[in-house]
């Protein structure tokens, strides 16, 4: 077998039966939309996650989108984002007439940059996205109390961190479930990902909970009552069959892409040329992706190295907000404008083997 970055087939192998079983039921049934699995599915990722209301939607993007116009900010509101992200945390705001005001992260975590975020802060200031990048969460204790003393919403972009567990004070909390909202992806490649597209909103607030269902469906409770301006966003029965089996593995898989960083780190700690994933010690990871930071090397050489020898590895993200076309700002952002010259994800896979990672290990040294 070939070295993946991901390996959806080996992990669908392993569990071929109760997929194929789940999504035969749903084609029986032919409730391919809003079928009984969707539920069933949203309420066991409401006690996966520990959190009152998950709303499934179609994707992560539409997710973020939900959760702000369920938010009621009006033209012109600021909301801060980090630049060292994905692309969908910034698009949604800018496509509702809310402007992104993008921020640095911080050199170590890769995450957003509190001081930064306090900085940026506006009388027009309404909302922060904290981006729990590659599977550990931001600096929630921060953000939260600097975001209670303005007054402006949290919502959490968790799509790549669902699993995580943040200790915020004396509790454990699951990543996405501290904001005001929580935002999800279950592109195949997450850590729990579909077959197709999908995606989920959580909160513990009653009335956004409601708002955000009722946007989801065409801004209507009753049908054909449409009393806010909706949208169509909703999860497959296929997809929630899918996930719903695959909900009873993520701790599993989780575990594996935990074993898999720690063979990683040991392998490259104390390399002067590797700086292996920041743990910080509030935040349990899930390592959506192992990112090293190269120092002092050619970063492109080695991935090209590593790809002539068979073994892929992905630069996320190799063009930072700020440099976008579509959200360039004026401005300084020199920790992200370093990283994305140096950053590299390995190989993190849950079917990864010790045999495997032994030879991508062995070829990155060859290099560095
Ligand atoms: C994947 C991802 C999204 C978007 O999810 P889709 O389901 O592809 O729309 C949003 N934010 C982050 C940080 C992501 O990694």
Redesign the pocket.
């Given at each position: 077998m070939s070295i993946q970055m991901v390996d959806l087939k080996g992990q669908y192998l392993k569990i071929s039966n109760e997929i194929n079983d789940s999504i035969q039921e749903v084609i029986d049934s032919t409730a391919f939309i809003n079928g009984p699995k969707v539920k069933e599915f949203a309420q066991n990722l409401e006690a996966y996650v520990g959190v009152k209301h998950v709303i499934p939607c179609a994707?992560?993007?539409?997710?973020?989108q939900v959760a702000f116009m369920a938010l009621d900010l009006n033209p012109g509101d600021e909301v801060i984002v980090p630049c060292f992200?994905?692309v969908?945390?910034a698009e949604v705001i800018a496509l509702l007439g809310l402007v992104p005001i993008l921020v640095d992260v911080d050199p170590k975590t890769f995450q957003i940059d509190t001081r930064a975020f306090e900085s940026a802060i506006t009388d027009k200031t309404k909302a922060v996205v904290p981006?729990?990048?590659f599977g550990q969460c931001a600096d929630m204790e921060t953000i939260l109390s600097i975001s209670n003393q303005h007054n402006i919403y949290v919502v959490e972009?968790t799509?790549?961190a669902i699993g995580a567990h943040y200790t915020l004070g004396s509790e454990t909390r699951g990543a996405g479930t501290m904001g005001h909202f929580g935002?999800?992806?279950?592109?195949p490649s997450?850590n729990l990902g579909c077959y197709g597209?999908?995606?989920a909103i959580f909160t513990n607030d009653d009335a956004l909970a409601e708002k955000a269902r009722m946007i989801c469906n065409h801004g209507q409770k009753k049908k054909y009552h449409h009393s806010v301006v909706g949208v169509n966003s909703r999860l497959d029965t296929i997809q929630a069959a899918v996930l719903d089996v695959k909900l009873k593995y993520l701790d599993e898989y989780n575990a594996a892409r935990q074993k898999v960083a720690e063979v990683y780190d040991a392998a490259f700690a104390n390399h002067p040329a590797l700086e292996i994933p920041f743990r910080d010690i509030k935040s349990t990871h899930v390592f959506?992706q192992y990112t090293l930071k190269i120092n002092g090397l050619d970063r492109d050489h080695l991935k090209q190295h590593l790809a002539d020898n068979g073994i892929p590895s992905m630069v996320y993200y190799p063009v930072p907000l700020n440099r976008q076309e579509a959200y360039k700002r004026v401005g300084n952002f020199p920790i992200t404008d370093d990283l994305c010259t140096r950053v590299l994800s390995l190989p993190m896979s849950t079917e990864l083997t010790i045999n495997q990672q032994q030879k991508v290990i062995e070829t990155l040294l060859n290099f560095a």
């Open positions: 994707n992560g993007t539409d997710a973020l992200t994905y969908a945390t981006v729990h990048l972009d799509a790549q935002t999800t992806s279950f592109f997450k597209d999908g995606g959506h």
